[in-house]
C-alpha cells in the first residue's frame, strides 16, 4: 500500500525558510514520478515543483528560484526546499506519486498526472 507522509510545514516570516519532507514507503520509490502541490481555501491545488524517476525537475514560475525539489533514493524521501518565504507561499502543501498510469511530462504540475497524495503539512507565511 503506497503511504506519503508530508512533515516540515510551519509558521515563519516573510523571508524566512522551510524545508518539507515526504516519506514514502509501500512502492518503488526511485521508480516513481514526484512533485509538491499547494493549496488554499481560495484556489485549485496548484503544481509547485516535479522530480521524475530519472531526477529531471521542474518548477512552477512562481517558485522558480526560490523553491528547490529533490529526493533521496535511499532514503524514500521527497524534499522542497523553501528560500525566501513570501505570504501568498500559504497554503496546504501535498506530495504526490505516480509510477506512470497517469504521469506525463505535460500533467507533470497537474493533479490528474498524479495517483497517490499525502494528507499535507500546513505552511504559513506571515509579513
Known amino acids: 500500500q503506497v503511504q506519503l507522509v508530508e512533515s516540515g510545514g510551519g509558521s515563519v516570516q516573510t523571508g524566512g525558510s522551510l524545508r518539507l519532507s515526504c516519506e514514502a514507503s509501500?512502492?518503488?520509490?526511485?521508480?516513481?514520478?514526484m512533485a509538491w502541490f499547494r493549496q488554499t481555501p481560495e484556489n485549485e491545488r496548484e503544481g509547485i515543483a516535479a522530480i521524475d524517476s530519472a531526477g529531471t525537475s521542474s518548477s512552477a514560475d512562481s517558485v522558480k528560484g526560490r523553491f528547490t525539489i529533490s529526493k533521496d533514493n535511499a532514503k524514500n524521501t521527497l524534499y522542497l526546499q523553501m528560500n525566501s518565504l513570501k505570504p501568498e507561499d500559504t497554503g496546504m502543501y501535498y506530495c504526490?506519486?505516480?509510477?506512470?498510469?497517469?504521469?506525463?511530462?505535460?500533467?507533470?504540475?497537474?493533479?490528474?498526472?498524479?495517483?497517490?497524495w499525502g494528507q499535507g503539512t500546513q505552511v504559513t507565511v506571515s509579513s
Open positions: 504526490a506519486a505516480d509510477a506512470g498510469g497517469r504521469y506525463s511530462w505535460y500533467f507533470r504540475l497537474r493533479s490528474r498526472g498524479y495517483l497517490y
Open positions: 509501500g512502492y518503488s520509490f526511485s521508480n516513481y514520478h
